[in-house]
């Protein structure tokens, strides 16, 4: 199964390279374009739950996991389960960098509570399903792209 470290590695690397490796290989990725931005966006998404973001010379900055039912890591990744409360995150990720609660933004509507965990040139980020629970994304990011 795929862990967080096995995906941080696509992280600077052309998005062709992740596209190219299995599981992804075999999914259909709708590429978009969003030039509207100081910086273009490219944006792959695919039905299977899974979203990568790259920049203006297509190099991964980011890659959105859904672990909702339908998703393909649905079960979540090796090292986080997505079953996995924030207790269990916690044990098993340590302190994190940052972490925020539930929110009901007016724009953006309700959202749960996440938790940020600084790695060596990226960070993931685990939000939870609203009312606690388990986990409903994990994101991993390049370092310089952490908010």
């Not at 299977?48 to 900055?61: M, P």
């Not at 979540?76 to 098993?92: F, I, K, T, Y």
Request: a negative charge; hydrophobic letters at 45%; one cysteine or more.
């Amino acid at each position: 199964m795929i862990s967080t470290e096995t995906l941080a590695r696509y992280l600077g690397g052309p998005a062709a390279a992740l596209l190219a490796d299995p599981p992804f290989s075999g999914w259909s990725f709708d590429r978009t374009v969003d030039d509207d931005l100081d910086a273009p966006v490219i944006d792959y998404v695919c039905a299977e739950g899974v979203d990568v973001s790259a920049d203006a010379e297509d190099r991964v900055g980011t890659i959105f996991v859904g672990c909702g039912a339908g998703d393909a890591f649905a079960q979540g990744l090796g090292d986080l389960a997505a079953s996995w409360g924030r207790a269990e995150v916690l044990a098993g990720f340590g302190a994190p960098s940052k972490s925020g609660q539930e929110t009901d933004n007016v724009i953006f509507g309700p959202s749960g509570a996440w938790d940020r965990f600084a790695r060596d040139g990226y960070a993931v980020h685990v939000q939870y399903r609203i009312g606690g629970g388990e986990i409903v994304r994990i994101t991993l990011m390049r370092a310089d792209l952490v908010p």
